[in-house]
């Protein structure tokens, strides 16, 4: 399992898919998420923008990425 440890309160879904290399570019964020590729905590996830916190985790392509503060 990968981490990305938060500078700020929160990340964007798209933002911590590219910084976890899963994607290339915002674009192809964009469409993993809008596809239903894209888990948070378990559950499909449509929004790129959605605020991603300490302790959630992101699943894309069997890879779990876990946010840390």
């Not at 933002?15 to 499909?44: R, S, T, Y």
């Amino acid at each position: 399992m990968e981490t990305i440890k938060l500078r700020d309160d929160y990340i964007k879904l798209g933002q911590a898919l590219k910084a976890a290399g899963l994607v290339e570019n915002g674009v192809d964020a964009k469409f993993a998420v809008l596809d239903g590729l894209v888990k948070v905590n378990g559950h499909p996830e449509y929004q790129r923008g959605k605020k991603l916190y300490d302790g959630d985790e992101v699943t894309f392509e069997g890879t779990t990425i876990k946010i840390i503060k």
